[in-house]
């Protein structure tokens, strides 16, 4: 864990004088314009949340994982990315460009999405008190699916302007982040950050099947409800701001795996670190590649991330659980 807080130290204090326009911290420091501005209204607040974004979604990924013990089990698999990218894609068909409480309508829409899909794939899989996995896998699957057509449907009957803006929407980007944004996640994150890592040493029976980790003394059942809600919370409300940045998720907390082994007290926060810093990398790559014009986020984690978790997994693919 320690190299990964490191890691995402480093990052966090290089990436912000990283940009188009250079600027210098004396100029910052003191108050000269317009390198004061792009400083701090500009790059500063969204580096700090692509740190939470990246963060939040990393975890996630670790916990969908290990409820499920699927090694491709992410929000992506479950539906919730894509009910909140439908979500979204409503509120630009309807027009619904207004702010509600210093939030943006689609940013609202797009997390009511994400918590009806969480709602749903858990009464459909939802069985006796039980929560089978392989009931909740498939449903996510499914939803996934359904939600997918009915966005395409969409794209069918809007007009040209709101289909590039649902487009733009759902590749995922962090060129609207704002410190609002910041304070109003990083709370949220932090706590379900802290409340996992002292939850984490129950995921490890876990691994060794269900009836084994009631054996150990472990709540099954309370233990998957509740990781499957603050990880579906944590993605909703991280995608309602961003869109579905995918890949995070999935390269991460596998990455940690075959580095560090899979016991849970360390892959928790060792993904959060890394995850922080994997997407504040891939945010500065995105704005500075074809600067001034920006690339999505989303792109950039897929070119990177996919070749890197392949040559990874081709090195030490015995070991990756």
């Known amino acids: 864990m320690g190299p990964c807080a490191l890691l995402c130290l480093v990052v966090l204090l290089i990436t912000p004088w990283i940009g188009s326009t250079p600027v210098t911290w004396r100029n910052v420091i003191a108050g000269v314009s317009p390198d004061r501005e792009i400083f701090l209204i500009a790059r500063l607040p969204r580096i700090l949340f692509g740190a939470i974004a990246g963060g939040a979604l990393a975890v996630a990924g670790v916990l969908f994982q290990a409820i499920l013990r699927n090694s491709l089990a992410t929000p992506f698999t479950l539906g919730i990315s894509t009910g909140s990218s439908f979500g979204a894609v409503v509120a630009i068909w309807l027009g619904l460009g207004t702010v509600v409480l210093g939030v943006p309508f689609v940013s609202l829409a797009a997390f009511v999405g994400a918590f009806l899909t969480i709602l749903l794939v858990f009464f459909i899989a939802r069985t006796r008190n039980a929560l089978p996995t392989f009931t909740l896998l498939l449903a996510g699957v499914t939803l996934n699916f359904v939600f997918g057509a009915l966005i395409m449907f969409i794209h069918f009957a809007a007009n040209f302007t709101q289909g590039y803006m649902m487009t733009r929407w759902t590749m995922g980007s962090l060129d609207t982040a704002d410190m609002n944004a910041v304070m109003r996640t990083a709370p949220f994150v932090i706590a379900c950050l802290i409340a996992l890592i002292w939850i984490s040493g129950q995921f490890n029976p876990l691994a060794g099947g269900e009836e084994w980790a009631a054996s150990r003394g472990v709540d099954v059942r309370r233990l998957k409800r509740t990781s499957y809600f603050i990880g579906s919370i944590l ?18 907390p596998h ?63 015995g070991e990756l659980w």
């Open 235 to 252: 993605t909703g409300a991280i995608t309602a701001f961003t869109g579905p940045i995918g890949f995070v998720d999935l390269i991460v």
């Open 255 to 317: 990455a940690i795996r075959l580095v560090a082994g899979p016991d849970h007290r360390i892959l928790i926060p060792a993904s959060f670190f890394l995850g922080s810093a994997f997407l504040v990398l891939c945010d500065t790559a995105a704005r500075t590649i074809f600067a001034p014009t920006e690339i999505p986020v989303g792109v950039i984690t897929a070119l990177i991330g996919g070749p890197f978790f392949i040559v990874l997994l081709r090195r030490k693919r």
